[in-house]
């Protein structure tokens, strides 16, 4: 028994160790990319807080000396000193707002629509849908901006919203949530002689807040984040959007590094209050996508 | 026999409903993704200018054929896969591993996942906006790279060189995304039933086994997912290359596809050719597409 015992200590003390070695790899590797990951955005927000010939000295301060506040002016007021970037900042506003009001109205009706009636061509009608995931925006861009200037609302608040009123996986993500909601609810609501757009907006609408969140967030980033269609409708400066700005204002010659990332902190500064109050929306926004098949 | 009429009468009032509420979304997609897409297709056989008042004129495949056969296009064919391949790989293999990592550390999982996630938080070219001065000659990458490699002075022409670019824009698509599908697959391992491990171990497997005989092939599914899902991503890439070649890089080694349609439709006003090639990268992307639902419907997994 005893020599059992004595046998057995070696073998676990090594097992221990390499258990150990293993741990402090992992913790290594993980807090090398966490470095990777956040130096980039605390560079952003440093770089934008200095003047612009302490930003490119070697080696670089990670701790600005004050703060460099003409930097933020110089951003805003813009090279020509027109403080269009304000209205940009409205513009995005506006089009990222509404873009992700009517996604989670149109997605959660549609959504509704198909996991709670019976009709004729349903599955039809989910499978179109579904379909058009695989058509990518940059393939219809051309096309779209042909149409847009057809009807005339190229360079206006129409032009901008109008591609991206509701999209497919918002559309897939509340069919998925609603088809789990209790059947027996909404026929007491009915026995008891309310209206269908009733039961939605009373019943149905309400109830779906986690799900309603993740996709606002979802639609307003998209919004917030789109360069490429902007790109083509936007043409005038006071239509512009925010990334429209950043391009603008980085590719002009007398920009200094210091405002360039002011513009850049400023920007991001709105999704970052989103992600740090909500972040597990974000994070359920892309964990969905893992259970897409369904 | 009244009853029946009247169940049946309001089965007929509730699809009606059902109707109602589903027909603004359809008529949407018809109006902005149907009809573009067949736009599309349809333009890709004319010879169409923007501003020019004639009318389009048919050219059959000429367009097509004028993109197999130019150097240009074919150019944004190998910029494109080059950039999607040197992303997805690595984006691919090192969100798994950091996903295992993350689920397998007991303390601090959502701080890693909040420091991983928060690039994607920043808009691409908010991105590409603060790599573009890490990138500069004076910049902290030819720092810290200097520092590492100790070449010290040595400027690695980030954004001048040819080959270089093409590194650049994948670094900082890598940075940007990496977080993303960590957490993408952090929900598939999660949905690993713990019983399955439990009985494994008591069956005396060791970790590395584990990973390979329970975590991989349970997997499969997230990993083709994520692997589609990244591959498209890089197919469409534009926000980087974009402000990358406006602020003077070289556009050739980057002239990804998109950036391509984006300078011969709106910078040129070819439409034409423009479709052409929105409708060959559709293909491309229907193929990537088809092969997932191939092989996911293949996978199933169940417990």
Redesign the interface.
Known sequence: MQLVQSLKTPIRSLKTAQITW??AL??F??IL??I??????L??FT?SAMPAKD??K???RWVPKGFEYENFVKAIKGNDGSFIFLRNILNSLIVAVTCAVTTVL??A??G???A?????G?NL?FM??MA?M??????????????VTKLGIQNSYTGLI??F??N?FG?FMMRQYLVTFPTEFLDAARVDGMS?PGI?TKIVFPNCKPAIATLAILAFRAQ??N??WP??VAQSENMKT??LY??KF??EMNTD?GA??A??AI??IP??VL?FSL?NY??SG??V?????G | MRQKTKTKSIEKHLSHWGITFVLPSIVFFSLFNFYPILNALYTSFFKKKVLSLAAPEFVGLKNYIYLLTSANFWNSIRATAVFTIGTFLPLLLASLIFAVFITSIKRGNKFYQMAFYSPAVLSSVVSAAIWLLIFDPRGLGNQWVNNLLGTHGTDHNWLADAMMVQLSTMIVYFWKYIGYFIIIFIAGLASIPKSLYEAARIDGTSGWQEFWRITLPLLKPTIVLVSIMSMLQCLKTFGIQYLFTQSGAPQDPINVITMNIYNTGIRDHRIGRASAMSIILFIIMLVFTWIQFKSSKSDEVEY
Do not use: C, H, N
């Not at chain 1, 990777?36 to 955005?41: A, D, H, M, R, S």
């Not at chain 1, 709670?116 to 004729?120: A, E, G, T, Y």
């Open positions: 293993q741990k992992i913790w590797l993980l990319l966490t990777f990951t956040l130096t980039p955005i560079y952003m770089a930003i490119m070697m080696p670089y149109l997605s009706i549609t509704y629509g198909l709670k009636f019976r009709f004729k349903r009608l179109m849908i058009t695989m058509i990518p925006f940059e393939a219809i861009m051309i096309p779209l901006y042909m149409v109008l591609p009123l509701v497919a559309i269908e939605f917030w984040d360069l490429l790109l083509l925010v990334p950043i391009v980085t590719t590094e360039m990332m513009v850049a920007a991001s999704m970052f992600f972040s974000f994070i892309t964990a996508f893992s259970s897409r098949k």
